[in-house]
């Protein structure tokens, strides 16, 4: 099993609805996860960070973290067609950050 | 507050090139550093990391090598490229937020080896 593993999508909602992103990790994972943005030929940008079991909010970002299922979720509401790009989760193993390979949202107007 | 920066943004280079891309950090000092290269529509692969000047960690064998000549430099090179060293080459440092390291991306190089 990969460290990090994420549905690779494409993702497509349309605009103003919830896109929901999940992110699955195994046991050699420490308790420290990321969320990352990535817009087509750009560098990934760190938009959220969650280190404890429940909700973090921020914006019209919700970060959750399930900790007994191993799972990390990134919801973005009332999602606008700039949201559209890949979405990297990301978690500590051993010091070093393992990404997973990206899930690629589309918002339609 | 600290910026990363990365040069050149773009190069086109032939096969049996070399290579030499460069990495800086402003703002901190000490920094950990990496490497990283996403090959088109894929995910990033660690290739090296450094904890301080001359101190190189490689993950993957390949024809690269990085080097750390002072503590906010970092440069990946190549003797000679290969088709297969395309893609978009990220350098990163980490700072500690809280209880964990978060990590903070330059602006990348787009290489392409014809």
């Known amino acids: 099993q990969k460290e990090v593993e994420q549905n690779s999508g494409p993702l497509s909602v349309p605009e103003g609805a919830i896109a929901s992103l999940n992110c699955t990790y195994s046991?050699?994972?420490?308790?420290?996860f990321f969320w990352y943005r990535q817009y087509s030929g750009k560098s990934p940008e760190l938009i959220m960070s969650?280190?404890?079991?429940g909700d973090k909010e921020d914006g019209r970002f919700t970060a959750q973290l399930n900790k007994a299922s191993q799972y990390v979720s990134l919801l973005i509401r009332d999602s606008q067609p700039s949201d559209s790009a890949t979405y990297l989760c990301?978690?500590?193993?051993?010091?070093?950050?393992?990404f997973g390979a990206g899930t690629r949202l589309t918002v339609k107007p | 507050s600290q910026t990363i920066h990365q040069w050149p943004a773009t190069l086109v280079q032939p096969v049996g090139s070399p290579l030499s891309l460069e990495c800086t950090v402003e703002?901190?000092?000490?920094?950990?550093l990496y490497w990283y290269r996403q090959a088109a529509g894929r995910g990033l692969q660690l290739l090296f990391y450094?904890?301080?000047?001359?101190?190189i960690s490689s993950e993957v064998p390949q024809n690269l090598s990085a080097s750390r000549p002072q503590d906010r430099q970092f440069i990946l090179s190549s003797k000679k490229l290969l088709l297969s060293d395309s893609g978009f080459y990220l350098c990163?440092?980490?700072?500690?937020?809280?209880?964990?390291?978060?990590?903070?991306f330059g602006p990348g190089t787009r290489l392409t080896v014809t």
């Open positions: 990163a440092w980490t700072r500690l937020a809280g209880r964990s390291y978060e990590q903070y």
């Open positions: 046991d050699r994972v420490s308790q420290s």
């Open positions: 969650i280190y404890s079991n």
């Open positions: 990301a978690a500590v193993v051993n010091n070093d950050m393992r």
């Open positions: 703002g901190t000092s000490n920094p950990n």
């Open positions: 450094s904890v301080g000047i001359g101190q």
